[in-house]
């Protein structure tokens, strides 16, 4: 079963790569033309730009998020008994984990802050590559959504028809293709054309909710067993605890901006904690 997983990561993985290369080499080979031939030559260079921004910001937080070790491997953990609140020993690591770390069996590992395991990535998403997974997310979503636009016009003009027929053989290509109705290249545009619109809404869905989770300071795991113990009532606060200090920089410019994390990925906050503090105050 093991095996499997991995290989069904690997396809999922290489098919996401392929598809951000895809789309990018059409957006400039095939699109940009399009638009020097509609005499919008300033926009071009302009959509060149986007292109290149994009695509570049993409690989990039992909690199990041697979790249940036996450897991407890290397930190030592305290060996005390009995263990504090909230920690508990990992019997396939051996060692003592931290709240809110758990082990993944794929990675076989623990994972600081563990949310999740992404099969677009074959990693888990944990404390430190976490600003990194929603710098791919919006990356993703807003070059989809941007494609979309830039390419709406090529693909209807080449369908070379309105109407329900036109939405049909653009939503499903392959099956009109087999019937003869469409050529190749058209049906390869309606491919790429309908892969980006579905990009758009997934990872684009996918950002808002994770971002909703942040902004409560929740994990995946802690919202489906309605864990609030961590949320600090202060959504700029609850952001910076995983994101950083300067996310907005990093995710929505460029993920080589330096965000920092407040924390160590072992010891969090709670709610109660900093209710004592102010109280203290």
């Not at 919006?138 to 390419?151: L, P, S």
């Not at 910076?240 to 407040?262: H, M, V, Y």
Request: with cysteine; proline share 4%.
């Amino acid at each position: 079963m093991f095996w499997k997983k991995r290989y069904s990561e690997l396809l999922s993985s290489i098919f996401f790569l392929s598809m951000i290369i895809i789309v990018f080499i059409f957006e400039v080979f095939v699109i940009r033309p399009y638009l020097l031939e509609s005499n919008v030559s300033n926009f071009v260079t302009l959509h060149l730009f986007m292109a290149i921004v994009l695509l570049t910001n993409t690989c990039l937080n992909l690199y990041l998020v697979v790249h940036t070790d996450t897991s407890i491997i290397g930190m030592v953990m305290p060996s005390i008994t009995p263990l504090p609140p909230q920690w508990h020993y990992c019997y396939a690591c051996e060692s003592n984990t931290p709240p809110r770390s758990f082990h993944c069996k794929t990675c076989n590992r623990c994972i600081l802050r563990r949310d999740h395991h992404c099969v677009f990535t074959s990693c888990c998403i944990g404390y430190k590559n976490y600003k990194y997974f929603m710098g791919l997310l919006f990356n993703v979503g807003f070059a989809c959504t941007y494609a979309t636009i830039m390419h709406w016009h090529y693909i209807w003009l080449n369908i070379n028809h309105l109407g329900l027929w036109a939405i049909a053989a653009h939503s499903v290509p392959l099956g009109f293709y087999l019937l003869g109705m469409i050529d190749l290249w058209t049906t390869c545009c309606n491919i790429i054309s309908m892969l980006c619109i579905v990009g758009a809404i997934f990872a684009s869905g996918l950002f808002i909710y994770h971002f909703n989770l942040l902004r409560m300071n929740r994990t995946t795991y802690e919202r489906a067993k309605s864990i609030a113990d961590y949320d600090l009532s202060d959504w700029r606060r609850n952001l910076s605890e995983t994101l950083g200090d300067r996310w907005l920089l990093s995710i929505f410019l460029c993920p080589l901006i330096k965000s920092s994390l407040p924390g160590d990925g072992v010891h969090f906050q709670t709610k109660q904690e900093k209710y004592l503090q102010n109280k203290q105050i």
